[in-house]
């Protein structure tokens, strides 16, 4: 089929896929689909989206399509490649002709052109950055703006380039075409401020091509150049920025803000300053001759009259990141040892401490508390209409490179650190002059207020040393927070959230029942916003290291209770989602004390889940809130199994969407509601068969799905086992092949826990998983942690288990073609050898007992490594066997009395049902049930009536007589 004929077909399937009507489109997408990989069919897009008498929605979903198609085929090495024909032919295509009418169209071909750049230029495509070049040189408008945004996009997407060889050739580019484009971007700059005087039409076509020019600038000063501050031209152009700054912002103070230049002007403007942040981001040291004048630039901008009519926001928070940036820079910071810095850190540092001089840093502290921490107009108005909006705004982040409050804050912040000494007085003499309540009649004084409080609020810790904050608090807050007139809102919410900010600084313990009281009146208070604020400081005074629960028990009743009617008073997500925090944060702080508080939100939580179907975070918060919920009501957390239970099961369920959001906390609820469980129960039991998708996923949670398995094991082995060992060993078998060194240890753990719960059944049901683990020991695995883990499972077996671990020999020895006793004697010499990889004390005392059971033995293989067997005993009876300086006699420290009990010290978290399972499963245990002395003892003790006197006597000259004489040592004092 010829290319007209292609384009005819393409073009009919392109026209019903614009289509409204699903029956026309849907086909017509397949059809498509099925040409993606087809010859010629580029080609026919190509022809189709370069003809501008079809219909524009054609025309830009081809642009799409062969936009697509660059990413899917254009790679030689890609799977259904474009031939190299068609390529070069497409390529001549796209440049030869500048004059796609319709801007958005005229965007996405500069934007694929910039794909096919990024593959193939300069070597396959050397004609593009000429033929642009030349195109941008034409008088004619409109080729002249379309290949300038073409230009600008391949600049773009070449600067972005990372490997070295890449960044050379574009620094090659760049030294080419520099000059060319400073010269382009000066031409147009001029001629807007020229036509900006006479008619706003031929003006903002100018500006256009100015912004697409710096646009293109942009990337070539950042990015193009090694060393540009031995580029003339380059330092001339930033130098330029400056002057052409200035007769842009006095053009846009005397244009009409309504002008249709003014966006564009902004626009402009804001991509001047972005040159110089770049430029200072990647290049601080060829930044240094340009320090000055940009800190004078940006300064008297910002923080004198000069910027009156000409400055918007968005410029003001580009200036004040220029200032922070040069401030914070660790280029321009000398080390303690001056000899140890560059030349150029020593420059910048002299230049930046003779501009900010004393009268320069008190100017901008002022001005910065006094004018820019003021509560807007704007803010006040949203505090009234969206209280919520203005009590939860972000300003965490980046927030500060693009919204003027938190870039005023972190300017401020990084400001006074940097000069703390000189600033210090002068905040505090801001303080001095607000002492006592302020008349509530007086906006502009509690504004005022607001403002200078942020700043103590702000820099708490750099005015940890001049500032009593204890007696600030007792002789003035605390009166401020009491005043209840409805305008004194703004001080009662700014003191509350001042006191946060030091809590962590300094406070006094003394005080905080003084706190604690204040934040009781003040969650009754009649403003939304202050009661939010307050909820905020709770927490930080909450999760404060020096809290003590003690203090906080008789506030705890009526502090939780007005949380959780705050809670259901606020309605926006995000406000319940940090309440919610809130709450999660004292019931973890408090913890078993809470019970008796919960009820009303237990019953609330489940209404609170339905309503937020659409609303993972706040799900997220809920399930947050249920954790720690579930840890402080410890065994009573049963009663909540009818709405924890569904909701555990949603957000483990990964066929379910919502899982993607829920499954981490999700997991974590589900652990929590395990560990305190006193009992199981079929639908707690039910909720493990999402266990096996988990498994599958082998995501960064699988740690968290063996702490489940594991607790499933300790609650309830037998039912638990009989349900879903057979899929449980199955998943391990699968995540055994592929699965980290770590991994294999963590299902060898649960494993082991298995069999250490039921060393009966457990060894028969993960049978298949054994043979890999004595066969791993006999191959001398080279994992010091996977070997242990292998001689702990192995020691479990052979010690409790006998029949099972001789059956289990003998088929390994029929699959190796060995004897059985050959096997044993290599399995008992192997573990002799790598018994120092075991690092634990209980597997090494579980090795010692373990091998001892093979006693008594005529076998002669075990009397052959019956050395070997011995020096394992000694070596666990030094590690578990403690002196009683009383007696003098010695006893096997790991040995756990029937009755002893958990104690618990007033730090300490009290014992989960969980660690009471585990404390009665020791009991059983071997390890813990049973004397290693004393089983040491009777072992020798048969083996000698068995082989007698004498040969006894012979066995144990086989034992070095230093390990003999430390074992008698151990023996005698039975």
């Not at 801007?103 to 694929?112: D, E, F, T």
């Not at 998708?693 to 499933?712: D, W």
């Amino acid at each position: 089929m010829d290319i007209n004929s292609a384009s005819t077909v393409v073009l009919q399937a392109l026209t019903q896929a614009t289509s409204q009507d699903t029956a026309i489109l849907k086909p017509a997408e397949e059809r498509l689909k099925q040409w993606e990989t087809q010859p010629g069919f580029y080609s026919a897009l190509l022809n189709i989206f370069t003809n501008h008498t079809l219909d524009v929605n054609v025309r830009w979903l081809a642009v799409l399509y062969f936009k697509n198609g660059i990413d899917r085929y254009w790679r030689r090495i890609a799977p259904h490649a474009l031939a190299e024909e068609e390529k070069t032919s497409l390529r001549a295509g796209l440049i030869a002709n500048f004059n796609e009418p319709v801007n958005q169209i005229a965007i996405q071909i500069g934007v694929l052109i910039a794909k096919i750049a990024r593959l193939d230029c300069p070597r396959n495509w050397p004609e593009l950055i000429p033929t642009l070049l030349e195109s941008v040189r034409v008088q004619d408008d409109l080729r002249q703006h379309r290949a300038l945004l073409a230009f600008y996009h391949v600049t773009k997407t070449l600067a972005s380039k990372k490997l070295v060889a890449d960044k050379k050739l574009f620094q090659e580019l760049a030294s080419g075409i520099y000059s060319f484009v400073c010269s382009l971007w000066n031409h147009h700059a001029d001629s807007f401020l020229q036509q900006i005087c006479i008619g706003e039409t031929a003006a903002i076509n100018s500006l256009e091509r100015t912004l697409l020019s710096l646009k293109v600038l942009r990337k070539l000063t950042a990015h193009g150049f090694v060393e540009p501050h031995k580029n003339l031209e380059l330092m001339e152009f930033l130098n330029t920025v400056f002057e052409r700054l200035k007769q842009f912002l006095e053009c846009r103070r005397q244009i009409n803000a309504e002008s249709s230049c003014s966006e564009k002007l902004e626009k402009t403007i804001i991509l001047f300053t972005k040159v110089l942040l770049d430029f200072l981001d990647y290049h601080p040291f060829s930044f240094i001759s340009l320090i000055r004048r940009s800190l004078e630039f940006a300064v008297s901008y910002t923080f004198t009259s000069a910027g009156e009519g000409a400055v918007f926001e968005r410029f003001i928070v580009q200036c004040m990141n220029l200032i922070k940036m040069i401030v914070k820079n660790d280029a321009y910071k000398p080390a303690k040892n001056t000899e140890a810095s560059k030349p150029e850190t020593l420059e910048a540092h002299k230049i930046k401490i003779s501009f900010f001089n004393h009268s320069t840093l008190t100017e901008i502290c002022r001005r910065l508390v006094s004018h820019y921490f003021l509560l807007t107009p704007e803010e006040l108005s949203m505090w009234e209409e969206d209280p919520e909006g203005f009590a939860v705004e972000e300003a965490g982040g980046d927030s500060y490179k693009y919204s003027l409050r938190p870039c005023t804050e972190v300017l401020f912040l990084d400001v006074f650190h940097e000069h703390s000494q000189t600033l210090t007085p002068v905040l505090l003499e801001m303080v001095q002059n607000l002492h006592g309540p302020t008349n509530v009649e007086d906006t502009v004084g509690l504004v005022i207020k607001d403002a200078v409080y942020n700043a103590v609020g702000l820099a708490a810790y750099e005015l940890f040393d001049n500032v009593d904050f204890d007696q600030w608090f007792k002789s003035q807050l605390l009166a401020e927070l009491q005043v209840t007139h409805i305008r004194y809102k703004v001080i009662r919410r700014r003191v509350i959230w001042l006191i946060g900010q030091w809590i962590s600084v300094k406070f006094q313990s003394e005080l905080r029942p003084m706190l604690y009281e204040a934040i009781l009146n003040l969650m009754q208070d009649q403003d939304r916003v202050v009661r939010i604020e307050t909820a905020t400081t709770l927490k930080l005074a909450v999760d404060d290291f020096a809290f003590r629960t003690e203090q906080f028990l008789p506030y705890l009743e009526n502090i939780f209770g007005l949380l959780f009617q705050l809670l259901q008073q606020v309605t926006e997500c995000d406000t319940k989602m940090h309440v919610l925090h809130v709450i999660s944060c004292v019931i973890e702080r408090v913890g078993m004390q809470i019970r008796p508080y919960v009820g009303c939100l237990v019953q609330y939580l489940p209404l609170l889940w339905k309503q937020s179907e659409d609303h993972n975070m706040l799900r997220c918060a809920i399930l947050t809130t249920l954790i720690h919920l579930v840890q402080g009501l410890g065994a009573d957390s049963k009663n909540l199994y009818p709405f924890l239970l569904p909701v555990i099961q949603l957000s483990t369920d990964v066929a379910q969407p919502p899982h993607v959001y829920l499954l981490e906390d999700g997991l974590e609820l589900w652990l929590a509601t395990l560990e305190n469980s006193p009992s199981i129960t079929p639908e707690l039991l039910g909720v493990f068969q999402n266990m096996s998708a988990l498994l599958e996923l082998s995501s960064e949670n699988v740690k968290t799905c063996f702490q489940i398995i594991n607790a499933y094991i300790f609650l309830t082995s037998s039912e638990f086992l009989q349900n879903f060992a057979a899929a449980l060993c199955q998943s391990f078998c699968e995540l055994m092949q592929d699965i980290t060194t770590e991994g294999q240890v963590q299902v060898l753990k649960v494993v082991e826990n298995i069999l250490k719960v039921n060393p009966i059944l457990g060894p028969q049901m993960f049978q298949p998983i054994l043979p890999s683990v004595l066969k791993g020991i006999l191959d001398g695995e080279r994992y010091p942690v996977v070997m242990s883990t292998y001689l702990g499972i192995t020691g479990r077996v052979l010690l409790q288990n006998t029949v099972f671990f001789s059956s289990l020999l003998n088929q390994i020895a029929l699959e190796l073609n060995q004897e059985m006793d050959q096997l044993l004697g290599n399995l008992i010499e192997m573990w002799v050898e790598r018994m120092d990889n075991i690092t634990q004390p209980e597997r090494r005392k579980l090795s010692a007992l373990a091998l001892l059971s093979l006693l008594p033995s005529e076998n002669s293989v075990i009397q052959d490594k019956f050395c070997g067997i011995i020096n394992i005993c000694v070596e666990a009876l030094h590690d578990v066997m403690s002196e009683d300086p009383d007696s003098g006699t010695y006893k096997d420290c790991m040995v756990i009395s029937h009755f002893e009990e958990l104690k618990v010290s007033e730090d300490e978290e009290p014992p989960t049902e969980q660690d009471k399972r585990k404390k009665l499963l020791a009991l059983k245990d071997p390890v813990h049930s049973v004397s290693l002395q004393q089983f040491v003892f009777e072992k020798l003790k048969a083996q000698q009536e068995l082989l007698g006197e004498q040969g006894f006597q012979n066995l144990m000259e086989s034992v070095d007589t230093d390990i003999v004489r430390q074992l008698q040592g151990f023996l005698q004092k039975l």
